[in-house]
């Protein structure tokens, strides 16, 4: 006859160190039933998806006794294997599971900040949420003063609402874990307008953001970039004034003037390039380049201005920035032109041939030297800016050349107004293919019943672009290309192929019923191959009281079903001064 002894476990336990946290059981550790409620069934409500049980803690210097004991189940908590910064806050992932019965449920968690070897004192519980199986993530802020090195947590998920970090409970599951606390070695928030390298600049902030890792800040396991917030005192707005070009952008970074307290919808911190000089021969002084390290990265709600180069270049092969909400090439007013860049220097904002996947949104880009946008990549989104006006979008403040330049190809340009341009509205040159041109407002002011023209043409494709589209058969991808003081539409070149204008309004007010011309052609074609209207009604434009409605200067062009000399009822003459069509091949 033999006699064994068997324990069987329906307990879950931690497995921080015991003599500290209090882990096993002889030293009532942390521990949680895995039958859990009436009702409950085994493993139906856990931190994260996996939970075993075991016979007591498994306490060990890297908490991961549990972890390497059948079921590696400590799955609930992701975003804390990276340090952890003093005086930061994080958002944790946080993944559960809940029986259906139960409609929520409590978090807990307790980080010894201090590093003396317990959970209980001040502050050390930052965590007590109700959650529910919907809940994703968890704010956890890192004291200033919490102590470097390697520390605990503890994290615990109960219906109990009176848990400490150690003793039974009746539910749920605990999760400990071995993490990093580190000291902010720079500061990344502005305090000041000084121009300097001391701490509280903007210049010391960009270069902290170069030599600081991105970290994952919002509990989704992907480095988020460095934020760069401004605190300046006073109500503002507040004026930069650097006194040579800023640090090149070598890491992702947040640049966030919306951070500045009083911020109401209008940047309340200008840059100002007055005295950075000239830089070297040919490029200027530039406000914020952006090169290779720098994927990612955020230029949020500032002025900038009056720079001898560029206020925003973006040159690295990773791209996926985004431009918002800047007033670039006037005052903080929105309201007077303070141009950045020369004659000679295209593109207040630059974005080189391999940096694609931008966004440029809800920007004011005008009264700048040259082009406003100079866009050589693919795949970028342009929507919601105003280019060549003010900030009410009703008066001129064009930018010296061209509104936006597309170099590149499959771009969406959308919802913008572009006007009072000196030269065209929007160009396409230089191989551009595949980009499409939707629901722009393009010569008029923001109202589409006044003209607010580009020096020249609205929309001009040449030099080899072809499968463009300007418009579509929808209302909202039709453009208001009205106004501009050449023509409407224009393509030149022999190579400039495949092109396709479709629903759009030329030489009308917003509401399709009045005039409103081109002091040009509506649509002049000089190439083979492209299509004006299409073989349904919908793709039709509204081409009228330009000087001649269309012009095609060689074959293989195809014009059909458009309204030209009428209003978009067909039943108002809004007639072209010349012919409707001329033929000039």
Known sequence: VEDHRFVISTLDYGDALDEFYRTSYESDGARHSLLGRPGFSEGTFALGTLIDAEVDGFPGPNADGDDNDGLDDEDGITGLDQTLLQGNSYELGVTLTFPETLP???????????????????GENPIFEFVDASTNSVSLSIPEDAVNGTTFARFRLSTETALGPHGLAIDGEVEDYLITIGEETCSLEVTTTEDSLDAGTLRSAITCANTTPNIDRDGNDIPDPDPITFNIPGSGPHKIEPLSGLPTITDALHLDGTSQPGFVGVPLIEVDGSLAGTGPVGTGANAFVLVGGSGGSIVESLVINRFSGRAIEIADAEGGHAIIGNFIGTDVTGEIAAANGGPDLAGAIFIGSDASGNTIS????????????????????IEENLIGTDASGNFDLGNGSDGVM????????????????????????????NNLIVGNSIGTDLTGEAALGNGSFGVFISDQSSGNTIGGTTPQAANLISGNN??????????????????????????????????????????????????????????ADNINGVEIVRSDNFVWNNWIG????????????GPGVFLND
């Open 104 to 122: 929520d449920a409590i978090l807990f968690g307790w980080v010894d900040f201090n590093g003396d070897g317990d959970f209980n004192d001040q």
């Open 362 to 381: 809800q920007n004011l880009v005008s009264g700048n030297h040259n082009i406003g946008m100079l866009i050589g990549s693919d795949g970028n989104v």
């Open 406 to 433: 597309l170099l590149g190809s499959s771009n969406l340009v959308d919802a913008n107004l572009v006007s009072g341009n000196d030269g065209n509205g929007v160009t396409i040159q230089e191989g551009g293919e």
């Open 486 to 543: 050449g023509g409407g539409i224009g393509m030149q070149g022999t190579d400039v192929t495949g092109n396709v204008v479709q629903g759009n309004l030329i030489g009308t007010t917003a509401a399709g019923t009045a005039k409103l011309g081109n002091g040009g052609t509506g649509v002049l074609v000089i190439g083979t191959g492209n299509t004006i209207g299409g073989s349904v009604r919908s793709a039709g434009n509204v081409i």
């Open 566 to 577: 009428t209003d978009k009822s067909g039943t108002i003459d809004l007639g072209n001064l």
